[in-house]
């Protein structure tokens, strides 16, 4: 484990969810129609929208994946033919991944002094209920009042437990964003994706229905993460031939090399959407959707300011840079993220404790060749700590 000399800050941890997270919370009549468990085939499944999930193989989380044992596999180090047997040998759930007195006494083993926590099967779920309107919204304030119960969305100063934000009714969103603050939330979470409207027709993230939510949210000052998860795109997967149902860990070659990314069009939208030029206030963190994206991205934004300038309040990658925070892997080229969006909006995550993540969170440090000290502790601890205190609203 790296020694820093100093705490940090972890933008990328996770709790693997108890099995009544979502549970519960829910209304029972709407159980049916969002989450409930059943035996099947005599192996517990998930039902989500009366279908069988498979967006993690095993939502009861035990056994479990030991943390960063595929870090050789996505470092492109080692080839799995099958990479169910890369795991390695499973292990019983332990208490930190469920219990935040348990997960604090690990932060203080890692080095770690605060951090954001994520979902792990949550970020899965939005898709898979967005054609039935009331069970999405009623699963999703079910999991976010359990994840006040058994986290907190600001625990001891040091654990920021994310809540799940969906912009599919507007007015939900703004209460359930009204419910994070009241219980001092540092950050809500969204999936990189548009939205069904009411008339069945898609909403990109800046359609103008959603301005009161992107008003309240500036006005707040807390964070927006865009962690990736389902992003609904198994459209573009159905246009390929590639099976579109999303199901971690599971490997199609074409899958892994089409160009489609859901975080940078999302990102995209706000920008060129003006969501970023009418909300002087708003800060987006990208979280676990690596950094390869930003490069094809800029190049467009370049393109398009020079093409139609006009359109923009400034030159859009001005924007980026300003206002977008990004989590890199850490296997992505992070010398080329910091000549392209300065050290002050890169943030160390280490995805622990995923099997893709780091075993040892703050050895992401060693991946920070050629930073200097002052540049390794604004990614390692400083620009994290900025996002959890909130910015006093500015006008435009």
Partial sequence: MAQLGYGAFDADQHYYEAEDAFIRHMPKEMQRRAMQWAQVDGRKRLLV????????????????????????????????????????????I???????????????????????MFPTLGVGMESALEHDKPALLAGFRAFNRWLDDDWGCNYQGRLFAAPYITLADVDWAIEELEWALSNDARVIVMRASSVIGDDGGRRSLGHP?????????????????????????????????????FEAFRYAPLKALLTYSPISDAIAALIAEGVFA???????????????????????????????????????????????????????????????????????????????????????????????????????????FGLITPRKAVSV
């Fill in 49 to 92: 929208g009366g279908k069988i999930n498979r967006f993690i193989p095993n939502p009861t989380f035990d056994p479990v994946a030991r943390p960063g044992c595929l870090d050789e596999y996505f470092r492109a180090k080692t080839s799995a033919r099958d990479i169910r047997a890369a795991f390695g040998e499973l292990e019983p």
């Fill in 94 to 116: 332990s208490p930190v991944y469920r219990n935040r007195d348990a997960r604090l006494v690990s932060l203080d083993e890692q080095g770690v002094e605060a951090c954001f």
């Fill in 209 to 245: 229905s959603h301005e009161p939510f992107w008003s309240r949210l500036n006005e707040s000052g807390i964070t927006l993460a865009i962690h990736s998860g389902d992003a609904g795109y198994g459209f573009m997967l159905d246009y390929w031939g590639q099976d579109s149902e």
């Fill in 278 to 384: 009418r909300h002087a206030n708003l800060r987006v963190a990208t979280i676990e959707n690596g950094s390869e994206w930003v490069w094809p991205l800029f190049k467009k934004l370049k393109k398009a300011y020079g093409q139609h300038n006009y359109a923009f309040a400034e030159d859009p990658m001005d924007t980026f840079r300003s206002r977008v925070y990004v989590a890199p892997y850490y296997e992505d080229d992070l010398t080329a993220l910091r000549d392209a969006i300065g050290a002050s909006h890169m943030l160390f995550g280490s995805d622990w404790p995923h099997a893709e993540g780091l075993h040892d969170p703050t050895d992401f440090v060693h991946d920070l060749k050629g930073f200097s000290d002052a540049d390794i502790k604004l990614v390692m601890r400083e620009n994290g």
